[in-house]
C-alpha cells in the first residue's frame, strides 16, 4: 500500500499543479486577445506613451500584490485553492470567507491533505456557485436598472456594499478568536491602531501587511508554548 503522502502528491498536487499553471497561462494570454482583436481587425491602437504609462502604473503596484497576496492567502486557501481563486478572483471577499469556513465545518485540521482537498472543493463550489448567482441576478435585475438609476437606490446599495467585506472578515474572525482567543492581539490590535490613523485606507494595502505580522506572532506564541498548534489556523 503507497504512503498516504506520496499518494496525495501524486493524485492531487502534482495534477493541480499542470492543471493550473496551464490555465493562468492560457488566461492571461487571453487577457491579450481584445487588444489584439482591436488592432489587427480594426486598426485601433493608444498611443505608446500611453500605453507605457498604463503599464508602469499598475505593475508598479500590483508586482508587489502579485508576490504578497499568493504567499498571505496560501496558509487558508491552499495549493489547489489558490491557482482557483487567483483565476476566478474575489479573493478576499469570497474565496477566503468559503475555505475557511469549509475547513471550519468539516473539521480538519489545517495544513493537512484533508484541508487541502476540503479548502479546493469548497472554493470550487464556490466558483460555480458565483457565477450561477451571478447570471440569475444580471438576468433578474436587467429590467430595473433604469428605475433603480433614477432613484436614491445606487446610494444605499453603495452604503450596504461597502459593509460586506468587513462583516464577513468579522464573523471569520469571531469564528477563530473563540478558538484561540490569545491569537486575536496582534490582528485586532493592529486594526484599532490604523482605525486610528487613517480609517479610509483600502483593504488591499491593510489586510497583507496585517495578515503577515498576525501570522509572525502566531508563530512566536507557538514557538513559546503559548497556544497550542492545533487550535491555530
Not at 67 to 92: D, H, K, Q, R
Not at 127 to 133: A, H, N, R, Y
Not at 172 to 196: D, K, Q, S, T
Request: one cysteine or more; proline letters at 7%.
Amino acid at each position: 500500500m503507497k504512503n498516504k503522502d506520496q499518494v496525495f502528491k501524486n493524485s492531487f498536487l502534482t495534477p493541480v499543479e499542470r492543471i493550473g499553471k496551464y490555465t493562468l497561462l492560457a488566461a492571461s494570454a487571453c487577457l491579450f486577445a481584445p487588444a489584439l482583436y482591436l488592432y489587427f481587425f480594426h486598426g485601433l491602437m493608444p498611443p505608446f506613451g500611453a500605453i507605457i504609462g498604463g503599464a508602469v502604473a499598475v505593475w508598479s503596484f500590483m508586482m508587489v500584490m502579485a508576490v504578497v497576496e499568493p504567499i498571505v492567502y496560501y496558509p487558508i486557501l491552499g495549493f489547489g485553492g489558490t491557482y482557483m481563486s487567483f483565476l476566478a478572483g474575489n479573493v478576499l471577499n469570497l474565496r477566503v470567507p468559503v475555505s475557511a469556513t469549509a475547513q471550519q465545518v468539516v473539521g480538519t485540521k489545517e495544513g493537512t491533505p484533508e484541508a487541502e482537498i476540503v479548502s479546493t472543493i469548497g472554493i470550487a463550489g464556490s466558483v460555480i456557485g458565483s457565477q450561477l448567482v451571478m447570471i440569475i441576478g444580471v438576468l433578474a435585475f436587467l429590467p430595473l436598472i433604469g428605475q433603480i438609476q433614477e432613484s436614491t437606490a445606487p446610494t444605499a446599495v453603495k452604503i450596504a456594499l461597502d459593509q460586506v467585506l468587513p462583516a464577513l472578515f468579522g464573523a471569520l474572525g469571531g469564528i477563530f478568536l473563540f478558538r484561540v482567543p490569545l491569537l486575536g492581539i496582534v490582528p485586532l490590535g493592529l486594526g484599532f491602531i490604523i482605525a486610528l490613523i487613517n480609517p479610509n485606507l483600502p483593504y488591499s494595502i491593510v489586510i497583507p501587511p496585517t495578515v503577515i505580522l498576525s501570522i509572525i506572532a502566531a508563530r512566536i506564541m507557538y514557538n513559546k508554548k503559548w497556544v497550542k498548534g492545533e487550535g491555530m489556523m
